[in-house]
């Protein structure tokens, strides 16, 4: 074998590369920040949907009947309440809609279907699979709860915009690597001998020892033989402090690539990375054009297939209630509760319910109250012009 082919053969034949990746190790080519964005989306989504209440009314009544029960307690034998709401926003969110199907008196979240489109009259859903058991019939619009978050999928958008963004955090990370490594020169003398047992000899070295002497934790040395030398590279990527910079870049990649996906679900990104400052007003974001537009949807649905027309305008109806999902302490309300009080505004069982307690239900705790502080404009108008 000649000396060049000798040197041929240390290259990989299919990349043209040194085999060096024994010793430095392989970059893995995909991350997965962008997944790690969505699905802490989804779930910061999903949770705060889950702590939310469902109540419903009969002629403008609140009752806790059937329907109560089943929104909010046990929408079928397999799930809760909690975690079937969680399914439903998580499929909503992820998948831009989600398809729930009613059987036996309970609901169920459709894992696949197919859907067939009319302009003037209801649409057909057909092969619904719920856990993997295909359900044997059609259903009409009228019949399912099909709930649509956009008009088109988001998450599409966000993996055109991560295509580019993953170039650069593969390209930082690439460059975070080699700052990290060291380098140096293996010199082979032109008179190393060309024998089999010399080039597993050298193959085992490149391979096995060289790798066992760049990983050693303390002190190491390596003897060479046959008039071999190394020599350590010297620069500013070998043993510098390049590498922490670089990290510093694949972090502020990754902290863009979080921005980008909680402004694509109106998501304050603060919330989604953890931050605490302004976090009252972040949460206060969150529900505003985040959570509640999503009750919304959930409850239009619910409204115009389960209760039609004539029993919402009659105010026999649900609502999606989501006022008790931040954590309140009763001593951060308790001047506010006493304000409403007295104004009239809200009754001792309002008030309690507010804090998520059971209201006393007694002639007393169900009465208005106003201070005399009170009155109507017309009688201070009257006494205006008094001393």
């Not at 729930?100 to 209801?122: E, P």
């Not at 032109?190 to 050298?202: F, I, K, S």
Request: aromatic share 12%.
């Amino acid at each position: 074998m000649s000396l060049w082919q000798t040197f041929l053969s240390w290259f990989n034949k299919d990349t043209g590369t040194l085999r060096l990746d024994a010793i430095i190790g392989e970059l893995a080519a995909e991350v997965y920040f962008k997944e790690l964005a969505v699905q802490a989306c989804v779930n910061l989504i999903a949770n705060t949907v889950a702590r939310s209440e469902f109540r419903t009314y009969e002629e403008g009544k609140e009752v806790r009947k059937d329907n109560y029960y089943l929104f909010n307690v046990e929408p079928n034998l397999n799930k809760s309440a909690s975690k079937f709401w969680r399914d439903v926003v998580a499929r909503l969110v992820y998948d831009n809609g989600c398809l729930v199907v009613q059987y036996d008196n309970r609901f169920y979240v459709a894992d696949s279907y197919q859907v067939q489109k009319f302009a003037f009259r209801d649409y057909i859903y057909t092969d619904v699979t719920v856990d993997d058991f295909r359900l044997n019939r059609s259903y009409d619009e009228s019949e399912v709860f099909h709930f649509e978050l956009h008009n088109e999928k988001i998450k599409t958008v966000i993996d055109g915009l991560y295509q580019s963004y993953s170039k650069l955090i593969a390209a930082s990370q690439n460059r975070y690597k080699k700052g990290a490594v060291r380098r140096g020169a293996l010199t082979v003398p032109t008179t190393y001998p060309q024998t089999e047992e010399a080039q597993d000899a050298l193959k085992d070295l490149l391979d096995r020892r060289f790798k066992k002497f760049f990983s050693a934790e303390g002190d190491a040395v390596i003897p060479l033989t046959n008039g071999m030398t190394y020599t350590e590279a010297v620069g500013e990527r070998s043993g510098g402090t390049k590498g922490s910079l670089e990290g510093r870049d694949i972090r502020a990649f990754v902290d863009d690539i979080f921005d980008f996906v909680a402004i694509a679900f109106q998501v304050p990104p603060q919330l989604l990375k953890g931050n605490v400052a302004d976090t009252d007003k972040a949460v206060n974001n969150f529900l505003t054009f985040c959570v509640n537009p999503l009750a919304e949807l959930l409850t239009d649905e619910i409204n115009r297939k389960m209760y039609g027309k004539r029993a919402y305008l009659e105010r026999t109806y649900m609502m999606l209630d989501t006022s008790h999902i931040r954590a309140v302490d009763i001593k951060d309300i308790a001047n506010a509760l006493d304000v409403l009080i007295r104004c009239g505004a809200y009754s001792i069982d309002d008030c309690l319910m507010a804090m998520g307690m059971e209201p006393l239900n007694t002639e007393w705790s169900r009465a208005r109250w106003m201070t005399k502080n009170y009155q109507p404009i017309e009688e201070a108008f009257e006494g205006g012009g008094e001393d």
